[in-house]
């Protein structure tokens, strides 16, 4: 079974992520018959909550001395893959998102991810600032984007509101192609985790 996270990058109240990730989570199950042995389940970093980077030691070291980090690390080591719900904050990623990635280390190694953006430019800026950090820590990210606008994919009447998620349909092919392209990259990736003589997802 391979698993993956949808990680909804926002933390902020009245934010917009929640509908997007439920687009995505919808999207991605119904690929069943394509996706055989793929598991999603959706990760929300206002729930896992964690603090300001408090660990003693680099992550690079693995000695996590936190319980919220011990519990991050074994639900981060749990999953194959990844697809970020990401905003665009002034030309950069969410600081919950950058936080959460420099937690840890080795529990990202050899992986595979995707990315789902939104914001006034679709969120693109962003997710290449995530693309180069996540490549620090040793993630595969596939080239396939979702980039929704505020104004063309949500139904907003008042910017202090999240408004409804009211996708186009040309997102979705794009769509498509990214999820077949991260479930490609994260069986391939899949067997640089495999300890020796094992058999690989990919040969399964």
Same mark, same amino acid.
């Given at each position: ?69 011990r ?10 893959? !990844? ?9 950069a ?18 992986k ?10 679709g ?31 949500f ?9 409804? !998620? ?22 391939a ?16």
């Amino acid at each position: 079974m391979i698993r993956v996270a949808i990680v909804i990058a926002s933390t902020r109240p009245g934010r917009r992520g929640d509908q997007v990730a439920r687009w995505v989570h919808e999207q991605a199950a119904a690929r069943t018959s394509q996706d055989a042995g793929v598991e999603y389940a959706v990760v929300d970093l206002a729930e896992v909550g964690l603090p300001l980077l408090d660990e003693p030691v680099p992550a690079a070291i693995g000695d996590y001395r936190n319980d919220h980090t011990r519990r991050w690390a074994d639900l981060i080591a749990s999953f194959d893959g !990844f697809i970020f719900v990401v905003p665009e904050y002034n030309h950069a990623i969410p600081a919950a998102l950058k936080n959460a990635i420099d937690y840890l280390f080795a529990e990202w190694h050899d992986k595979a991810a995707a990315f789902v953006s939104y914001g006034l430019n679709g969120g693109v800026r962003a997710v290449e600032q995530l693309r180069m950090t996540l490549a620090e820590v040793k993630v595969a990210c596939v080239r396939s984007q979702v980039a929704l606008a505020l104004f063309t994919d949500f139904t907003i009447t008042d910017m202090t509101e999240p408004g409804t !998620f009211a996708p186009a349909e040309h997102h979705l092919p794009t769509l498509e192609r990214m999820l077949g392209e991260l479930i490609e990259w994260t069986r391939a990736m899949a067997t640089l985790r495999q300890p020796a003589g094992t058999t690989s997802l990919a040969q399964r």
